[in-house]
Every structure is written in C-alpha cells, then in structure tokens.
C-alpha cells in the first residue's frame, strides 16, 4: 500500500499511466505524513519525505526505511528479501 | 595562413549539458541508474574530456586554432553545470528531515483510517462501455454489466481475431 499526498485525481492519472494496481490511498490533508513524522518541511509545505514501512497484521512495525538521499528508494528485490528474512524468523532491523 | 575554428569546448559544453539533462529525462526512471548516476558522470568525463582538449589546442597550436578566450568560457560553464549537478545528487538530494518521530521498529504503527470507501487502485478505472463477445459489438450498462441486446453494429476482423484467441 503507498500513501501520497497528492489529490485522488492526480494519483489516479499517475497510476493509469504506471499500471500500478496495488491500494493507493490520497493523504492531501497530510494528515497520515505527519502522525508518522515524515513531513519534508524543507520541499514545501505539505511534502513527504521517502519512507518505506513494513507493518505485520497485528500493526507493529517489523522493518523500515527512512533512506538519507532523496533519490534512493528501497528496492522491491529488498522488499522481498526481507520478507523471506521475516518469515523465516530473522531478526527485524531498520533498511538504511 | 586563416586559422581554424575550435569546436571543441563547445561539443564537450553540449555533451556535458546532455549528461545533467539526461539525468532527470531518462536516468533517473531507472535505480540502477538514479541511485548512482555513473552514467551521467561517464558523460561528464567525456565532456569535460573534449573541453580540455578543445582549450589546450589553440594554447598550443595557435597558429592552427582560434578561440582562446571561447574555449576558457565553455569550460567554465561546463565546470559549472558538473558542480552543480554534483551539488543536486550528492548535497541537496540527501537534505531530508530526520524524521525522529517516526515509528520505530517494533512499535505500533500509527492507524491509518481511509475516509473515502476503500477502493483499490485498479477499481478507480472503469470497464470500457463498449464491449466486444463472440463478435458482437455491445454496450455496458452503468453498473458494468453486458448488454446483449443492443449491439452497435457489424463485428469487423479484429474482434473475431479476438475470439479466436480467446
């Protein structure tokens, strides 16, 4: 599931165009950013920083990724490797 | 002896305008290329290369080159336009908040509650309100559904292709 904060319209143009398919929720009142503290003050007002949250069904966080350079983002091959890591019992650890 | 024109800082300027231009364009829409921009700083190095060539040539053969001072200029800009593209991907990307409030792991996640009805994204496009079965041209009706009554008109190739397949 993403979370962004532009407006449904614009997000559902974006996933028309990327052939995304998974859950997509629109957070133009940043109000989810900022109860997981990832307002980017300095982009703008209104702007999230990249994060990447994996969360279990019982709502605890099992990994995340807070990454240091705007332009790196988890990779889905890590994603997934952390997952297996998950199930198989491995311990949990932050990403980046 | 008319002494000839020095394009080379200006090809290097314009190759190294191409490697900050095509970082954004195209590089970036691929992580093997964003998250380490070694493709743009290839092209970087090739720029640079061919405006340093270009300002040692009418140094050294002046009398075969002109435009000293045009060749300084292009290398300056083109100085310029690698500083800052090393300031936009190695500074300014990484000038991110720290976040410290953020769940940590192990930690409950703050609840997300959806306002609207949760719809997935792939609800949000709807089916096309012509339909073609058995190649027969329909119509859907609002909620979706098949019309088989009113066909719209004679089945042509491509439809019945698509039955075959199908």
């Known amino acids: ?96 | 002896m008319d002494r000839r024109r020095n394009f080379l800082p200006l090809a290097g300027f314009l190759v190294c305008l191409l490697a900050f231009v095509s970082y954004f364009v195209l590089f970036y829409r691929f992580p093997v290329t964003r998250d380490v921009p070694w493709a743009n700083w290839l092209l970087f190095a090739l720029g640079l290369g061919l405006v340093v060539a270009g300002v040692r040539r009418p140094f050294r053969q002046p009398e075969r080159y002109r435009g000293r001072w045009t060749g300084a200029t292009l290398a300056l800009l083109s100085l310029l336009v690698a500083g800052f593209f090393a300031f936009v991907t190695m500074v300014g990307s990484r000038q991110l908040p720290a976040s410290a409030g953020a769940p940590k792991v192990g930690q409950k996640a703050p609840e997300l509650r959806a306002a609207g009805p949760e719809r997935p994204a792939g609800a949000a496009l709807r089916p096309p309100r012509r339909y073609c079965r058995r190649g027969r041209w329909g119509r859907r009706d609002r909620r979706g559904r098949r019309g088989g009554a009113r066909l719209l008109g004679r089945p042509h190739l491509l439809s019945r292709l698509l039955v075959t397949v199908l």
Request: hydrophobic fraction near 40%; avoid cysteine.
């Open chain 1, 1 to 96: 599931m993403a979370v962004s904060v532009d407006p449904p319209q614009v997000t559902q143009k974006h996933l028309a165009k990327m052939g995304w398919t998974y859950t997509f929720l629109a957070d133009p009142q940043d109000q989810a950013i900022r109860r997981y503290d990832l307002v980017d003050p300095e982009a703008g007002q209104g702007i999230a920083r990249p994060a990447e949250f994996l969360i279990d069904p019982t709502g605890t966080v099992r990994w995340l990724d807070l990454t240091d350079d705007f332009r790196v983002r988890t990779r889905p091959e890590t994603v997934l490797a952390t997952f297996d890591r998950l199930a198989a019992g491995g311990g949990t650890g932050g990403g980046r």
